[in-house]
């Protein structure tokens, strides 16, 4: 079955400092992969997606790239406020007989940014 | 509302009662999907609905969970006989439509706790 593994937290990072939080997946097919993010108090909330294999989704200064050969999807921003402080998800949507509604979730990683 | 609506915020009951979550999904969106936290884990996914019916309802535990949707807007999830592992916290999301990427917005969810 399908599977994402992301790196377990909690992170902590100083204002300005470079974000990695890495995932990877399991899909027997041709996934869409998302990355989803959880501010306090609120709903989780699409971040940014890409597609299919080199795409590279980005938002809010967040990128990822869609690596089939290493089967990742790592997000990265090169500078973090602390607004970015959220819990961040990994996910994929795999093409099934054209539809693709359900969202396999990593467990999570909790960010906090100090100033 | 502008976004999804999930009611009650928070559920303590006793072991062996039924409990009903409310879910209001925005406006005009035709898909509906139902996923549960539980500590320390991903998201699960129980069940998700095209309209009022229901393709996939794969991920619901056992014959105590079900759901239904009327009037393709707003959706139950019932518990019944609820045990201290029905303990989660229950998240709601819709979409514009099913597949296509259509991206997830969720609620910010129903903590079920089972005492």
């Known amino acids: 079955g399908n599977s994402v593994t992301q790196m377990e937290g909690p992170v902590t990072l100083s204002e300005e400092a470079f974000l990695t939080i890495n995932c990877t997946y399991t899909a027997t097919g041709y996934p869409s992969l998302f990355w989803y993010v959880q501010y306090p108090g609120e709903g989780l909330q699409l971040l940014l997606k890409a597609t299919k294999a080199d795409d590279k989704g980005s938002n809010k200064g967040f990128e990822a790239t869609y690596r089939k050969e290493t089967t990742s999807f790592h997000l990265e921003k090169g500078s973090v406020q602390v607004s970015d402080s959220a819990v961040y998800f990994c996910?994929?949507?795999?093409?099934?007989?054209?539809?693709?509604?359900?969202?396999?979730f990593g467990k999570g990683t909790l960010l906090t940014v100090n100033p | 509302g502008a976004g999804v609506s999930q009611s009650p915020s928070n559920k303590v009951t006793e072991k062996g009662k039924d409990v009903e979550l409310r879910c209001d999904p925005i406006s005009g969106h035709t898909a509906l999907y139902w996923y549960r936290q539980s500590l320390g884990q991903g998201l699960e996914f129980l069940i998700y609905?095209?309209?009022?019916?229901?393709?996939?309802k794969s991920g619901l535990p056992s014959d105590r969970f079900s759901a239904e949707r009327t009037g393709g807007s707003v959706s139950t999830l019932t518990i019944q006989r609820t045990q201290q592992e029905d303990s989660a916290v229950y998240l709601c999301a819709s979409s514009l439509e099913a597949g296509g990427d259509s991206p997830l917005h969720f609620g910010n969810g129903t903590r079920l706790t089972v005492t």
């Open positions: 996910a994929l949507s795999e093409h099934s007989g054209g539809s693709n509604y359900k969202l396999t």
């Open positions: 609905f095209q309209g009022n019916s229901a393709p996939d």
